[in-house]
């Protein structure tokens, strides 16, 4: 009898002790299911904010790529709202002999100048092509007009009497008419000197510095006029007249050349815009008005600007060659 309940206190012993430890390992194992869904947790929500990073930084790059491609249509926007002359030839009309605007360098196969850059980017963003035809002065507003030429530049200033035979573009530039003498001439120190005194005057034919002298010096006795501003200067330094008047812009190859021998008198008598003349009633006016109005915008009427009347243009007419005219 003993001997069984030893028997059955061993058993029960045997029993509580194998409950004890199997509760122990299932509370080990709940508590590391725990943790487990825990981290699983925290992994899910890491995911889900590296996807919604991913998100934002593609909606982001999507953003900038569209604003990229709508700054490129704008741009192609702008540039076929340009008119189209489908490669239509534009007959200009140039002296090369007017620095800075047109000439041909001594040595050179074509022209150049401030005309013929301006025209070559017209040309450019309306899709047509600039032949630079060499023309007389005054002769080549006649040829405009009776349509012999589309168009003409030249540094010609916008008048109202050339206006009843042809019409203009906008204006491109503004000139200054002033007065050049001898370098070492101390009798005219201002305009004023020339203008109300007895001094010979030189300038060129059929020009408003010609029609201004007119103005200026009541009538033409005191007025020398040639065919060319060149033969103007020659005139001047040789004594054979007191001054000359003439644009600034033109006078600056004028004084390059001649500078130990001439002079400008700053003081301003006229401000002259220049303009393309073109046969009355030509399609050309408002395609070049609006291609104007882009190199205007683009600062490319600045650049050409300062390339030919900055300082950095160093051309004489030591340097280029007497235009030939083409025959009629």
Known sequence: MRKIKYLLLIALAVALFVAGCGGDDAEDTVTGDSDDAAESSDDDEAMADDDESDDD???????????????????????????????????????????????????ADAGAGWDYDAWNEICRLLNCTAEFV??????????????????????????????????????????????????????????????NGDALVATQVGTTN??????????D??????????????????????????????????????????????DGLQSDPLGFIYPQGSDLIEPVNAALAEMRESGFLDEIGQKFFGTEFTVTYDDIVEPVLEEE
Do not use: C
């Not at 029609?211 to 200026?216: G, I, M, Q, V, Y």
């Not at 060149?230 to 001047?236: D, E």
């Open 57 to 107: 930084e593609s909606d982001d790059d999507e953003s900038d790529d569209d604003e990229a491609m709508a700054d490129d249509d704008e741009s192609a926007d702008d540039a076929s709202a340009l008119p189209d002359l489908e490669g239509r030839t534009v007959t200009v009309g140039v002296e090369n002999n007017y620095l800075p605007f047109n000439f041909v360098a001594v040595g």
């Open 134 to 195: 060499p023309s007389g002065w005054p002769d080549v507003i006649d040829q405009v007009a009776q349509g012999d030429l589309d168009t003409a530049a030249d540094g010609i200033s916008i008048t109202d009497e050339r206006k009843e035979i042809v019409d203009y573009s906008d204006s491109y530039m503004t000139v200054q008419q002033k007065f050049i003498v001898g370098l070492d001439d101390d009798r005219f120190a201002s305009a004023d000197d020339i203008i």
């Open 210 to 219: 010609f029609e201004l002298a007119e103005e200026l010096l009541g009538g």
């Open 221 to 266: 006795e005191r007025i020398r006029a040639f065919d060319q501003f060149g033969l103007a200067i020659q005139a001047l330094i040789a004594g054979d007249v007191d001054a000359v008047i003439i644009d600034d812009a033109a006078g600056l190859g004028y004084i390059g050349e001649n500078a130990d021998t001439v002079k400008t008198i700053d």
